[in-house]
């Protein structure tokens, strides 16, 4: 079995784990008389948080890690915490007042709780993958429970997914979980005394290329270093160097001033595979993208270099627009385009060039 296969054979069986794994402590939790009404809260969810300096590999791609810097946030961290406030007990005291987004597998709804306004996501048979699902069953299977709900079997795991996620990754770069119910498979229903998965989140606004552009000079440099410092955790993360494949303005919010990134479902640590030797045409094709060395069967530095590419197209592009600084600005500003698109810099150096124009733009005005 080639090392590719071996890769597919796993993106297969993580789905089918987490879903395992979680049936398993439904069954726990239902089966304990304390807990039969509250199912997992937010209170109660283990922390699975993994070591992460044993994932530190500052030695595997160009954007390295600058040890000066602490990416791994105690004091976000500590305030992430203290911010769960939803479980199964409190949940169904939100109050849904509207749709306001969906995706594949997920709704989310405007919900307030006593007077705050929190984003709530849950999985809907209104949703593609269930009801092209759901459609899917003739006659008799239609109204099958069994059936009906492993149409839903996938969407909710991705769901559980982010949350366990969420849950081991530390940085303001992503939008802040709020608390969350786990007690059920139920998916027909919306109401939130009854549905079995559901997320709570702070709110945030739509962002733009047009709104990026609108912001205050100051305001853009300092959006650029939270970026750096989010892409950087990405690639140094807990789990390993995370890769963004469904890189688009709608995956991200504006959150009291900062960028931050709401849709976990396509977020994963595989590095793309390759061949030491990869002949095409009797010629030797290089087997990884970037340049980067085919270590172990592995382009080991691609998603860091990925992201990266993708942040400056999305964002540094827009952020960073020589007509929107001082003309003292401009030498500064034309070497981190370059650095950016070339990707020849490491996130540590990034970082000082941005700093660097962030104190001329704050002399300058």
């Not at 290329?209 to 970026?227: D, F, I, M, W």
């Not at 807990?238 to 001033?257: A, Q």
């Amino acid at each position: 079995m080639t090392r590719r296969s071996i890769l597919h054979c796993t993106m297969l069986v993580i789905p089918f784990m987490l879903y395992m794994y979680f049936a398993i402590i439904f069954d726990l939790i239902t089966n304990v008389p304390d807990h039969e009404e509250n199912g997992i809260t937010g209170d109660s969810f283990p922390t699975l948080k993994a070591n992460f300096s044993n994932f530190e590999r500052a030695g595997s791609v160009d954007f390295l890690v600058n040890n000066s810097t602490t990416y791994y946030c105690k004091e976000y961290e500590s305030k992430c915490q203290n911010n769960i406030k939803f479980n199964c007990q409190n949940i169904k005291q939100i109050k849904l007042l509207e749709k306001i987004g969906h995706g594949v597998t997920k709704q989310a709804f405007l919900g307030l709780y006593k007077g705050e306004e929190v984003v709530v996501k849950m999985v809907t048979r209104h949703q593609k993958e269930a009801r092209e699902c759901l459609n899917g069953l003739l006659g008799s299977d239609s109204s099958d429970v069994v059936k009906r709900s492993k149409c839903f079997v996938f969407p909710t795991m991705k769901l559980m997914k982010e949350i366990l996620m969420l849950h081991q990754l530390k940085h303001e770069g992503f939008l802040r979980l709020l608390g969350f119910c786990a007690r059920s498979e139920e998916s027909d229903s919306t109401d939130l005394s009854e549905h079995g998965v559901i997320a709570v989140y702070e709110r945030g606004t739509i962002l733009s290329v047009g709104k990026l552009k609108s912001l205050s000079t100051e305001n853009k440099v300092r959006q650029s270093l939270h970026l750096v410092s989010f892409f950087q955790y990405l690639a140094t993360s807990p789990l390993g160097s995370l890769r963004v494949r469904d890189f688009k303005m709608e995956h991200f919010l504006m959150v009291n001033s900062t960028i931050k990134m709401i849709d976990l479902d396509d977020v994963d640590n595989i590095e793309p595979s390759c061949d030491a030797y990869s002949i095409e045409s009797n010629t030797q094709k290089p087997p990884c993208s970037y340049n980067l060395k085919c270590e172990m069967g592995l382009c080991n530095g691609h998603n860091a270099k990925r992201n990266i590419e993708k942040a400056n197209e999305l964002f540094f592009t827009n952020l960073l627009t020589p007509d929107a600084f001082p003309g003292e600005c401009f030498k500064m500003l034309q070497h981190i385009h370059h650095s950016l698109r070339e990707l020849s810099v490491n996130y540590g150096d990034l970082q000082r060039s941005l700093k660097e124009l962030l104190d001329s733009v704050i002399y300058l005005h």
